[in-house]
């Protein structure tokens, strides 16, 4: 996960980002701590998918570190038009961190207040029931772990070229996903990205592509073609 971070603050070409640190990186992955994902391996079938134990995979660190209050920053929060926003550290750019909407079909904000939408963080939409497709502006670079797993009735993925990573689960457990659209910025696809989707059945990666995680399709049974770079199919 640091070398993500790394790969972030690379790709962002603003000079004063690269200090984020910890600090912001504990912004973004602020419940990221998932050892028990080793435990979830490929003795999994259909049956062993229990909500229940989804959840508990997914409970807030006790551990972990408050970044609100970290270092006693006190870090601005907004909202505007469904959406909740915080402050990167510098307060060059902004984080959503939830939708409270009752839209259907949305296109996520590339900037607010005139500070660009940098991030999506962890657990954003974790059991959405209201969205049904998504358009994802080039301004993010990353989706954060869980930012949109379990959405109930999500259909339709579009994300704008500028993404790098997408993190753990961040689409996983949605039923109704069939399609989706992913840019050729797209560097890392973590462990579990799709895992239970059993709708989609195709997907392709730009030239961009550098890891696919573990069991990143995990229980998705109508998947039968994936392209990766150089337009080979398996």
Known sequence: LGNQLYVLSGKMDLGEWDDWDDYSFRKIYRHSN?????????????????????????????????????????????????????????????????????????????????????????AMCVDNSVLKSIQIPGSVLIIGANAFAKCQKLQSVQIEEGLITLDKCCFGGCPELVEVSLPDSLEVVDDFAFANCPKLEEITFGSSLQSIGKQAFLLCASLSRVTIPGGDAV
């Open 34 to 122: 998932y050892d028990e994902w080793d435990d979830w391996d490929d003795d999994w079938g259909d049956d062993d998918w229990d909500d229940e134990e989804f959840d508990d995979d997914f409970d807030e660190d006790e551990d972990a570190v408050d970044f609100r209050t970290l270092g006693g920053y006190d870090i601005q929060t907004f909202e505007a038009d469904g959406f909740r926003y915080e402050l990167t550290e510098d307060g060059t750019g902004a984080i959503l961190v939830s939708y409270y909407g009752t839209e259907e079909d949305v296109v996520f904000p590339d900037e607010v207040n005139d500070l660009p939408v940098v991030a999506i963080a962890t």
